[in-house]
């Protein structure tokens, strides 16, 4: 600024006149006063640029800070996960190797049951044998009523014809994949399961001792056989059938009666055909103690696992045991996890057993 002005004035003197020299002054000194002007406002922008840059700088540092403590988080759950998937590895191997030995004693204890099983059906076949004292024989014509009360039993206590037509539904599935041939329904009670056969289009036939029941069958056009279950399998041709089925039959036999009948029953299915046996289910409590025994001409209970075997001993593969038709209440108001169990386990169980393919020489 200082030297602007010299400079007028040396010029003022040295060549223009006073007015031209002072118009040139003037104009100096507002580009001057201009260029200060817009310094002031670079300056003032600059030091709003620097106040952003240090926020800036300020926001990163944090940021950082945040990362850091992220990362070091990040990195202490993974070696968390490490451990415990290193205990969880350790704990899959220890109960892989207890299952291992779980089903070695199981695989033990079932040839244990099965020879158990075996002893105790010759047993009792020579037992049956050997029985005949006078005081067993049946009165006359106790035989008779028994047979004539029995259809008034199964109206009582198995439920409506659509009750038992609803139920026996579930079995449906496992009657897709057979081989040619006819299935056998042994003591086939009121005709329910044959007329939801031919129904299905399976050629079917039905076994029963009792004469009202299969005169009513007959009567509804169902071919039904009035005979005795195990010596109408027997008089059958080795693998003519392509299932035997039986409802609520097997608690009614003799234990060695029943392993004979399995027995015959694999003889007359066909390669891959199938053996369904329904029985009342021991495992409910109520059953075991009250139901079960409503039924007179009830033997005895036959829980899942004993049927299991018995169908194993006779050769066939078991395919499944089914809990079916659990009651009503679902035992939310038991507060024991046991008791809930037995008091709500279905009401009747079954095994599902196929006789194998390949059948051994």
């Not at 199964?154 to 026996?168: I, K, M, Q, V």
């Not at 008089?235 to 089925?245: D, F, H, I, K």
């Not at 009948?261 to 299915?269: D, G, K, N």
Request: charged share 25%.
């Amino acid at each position: 600024m200082f030297v602007l002005r010299k400079l007028a004035e040396m010029l003022r003197f040295l060549r223009f006149g006073p007015t031209r020299l002072d118009a040139l002054a003037a104009r100096l000194d507002a580009r001057q006063d201009a260029a200060d002007a817009r310094q002031d406002a670079a300056s003032v922008r600059t030091d709003e640029i620097m106040r952003v840059l240090t926020a800036a700088e300020q926001r990163s540092g944090e940021l950082h800070s945040y990362l850091r403590g992220v990362q070091a988080e990040l990195h202490a759950h993974q070696a968390a996960a490490g451990a415990q998937a290193a205990e969880l590895y350790d704990q899959a191997a220890s109960t892989a190797r207890a299952v291992r030995a779980g089903a070695e004693d199981a695989r033990r204890e079932a040839e244990w049951t099965r020879n158990q099983v075996s002893a105790l059906g010759a047993a009792l076949d020579r037992l049956q044998r050997s029985a005949g004292a006078p005081g067993a024989a049946v009165p006359a014509g106790a035989a008779a009523a028994q047979e004539g009360f029995y259809p008034t039993l199964e109206h009582h206590f198995r439920g409506s014809a659509e009750d038992l037509r609803a139920r026996l539904g579930a079995y449906r599935r496992w009657l897709l994949d057979l081989p040619p041939g006819p299935v056998a329904d042994l003591g086939c009670g009121r005709g329910e399961w044959l007329e939801l056969l031919g129904e299905w289009g399976v050629t079917a036939t039905g076994v029963d001792l009792n004469a009202p029941n299969v005169e009513g069958m007959r009567a509804r056009g169902l071919d039904v056989h009035h005979a005795d279950a195990l010596e109408w399998l027997q008089a059958q041709p080795e693998g003519s059938l392509a299932a035997v089925t039986s409802f609520h039959v097997i608690e009614h036999l003799p234990f060695g009666v029943l392993l004979r009948l399995v027995q015959e029953a694999r003889r007359v299915l066909a390669p891959g055909g199938r053996l369904i046996m329904e029985t009342p289910n021991p495992e409910n409590v109520i059953v075991a103690t009250q139901t079960f025994w409503l039924d007179p001409t009830h033997v005895r209970p036959l829980p899942p696992a004993l049927l299991e075997v018995v169908v194993r001993d006779a050769g066939l593969e078991l395919e499944a045991l089914l809990r079916l038709n659990p009651p009503a209440e679902d035992g939310h108001d038991i507060a024991d996890p046991t008791l809930r169990a037995l008091m709500t386990q279905g009401r009747d169980c079954a095994v599902v057993a196929r006789k194998p393919t390949a059948v051994a020489a």
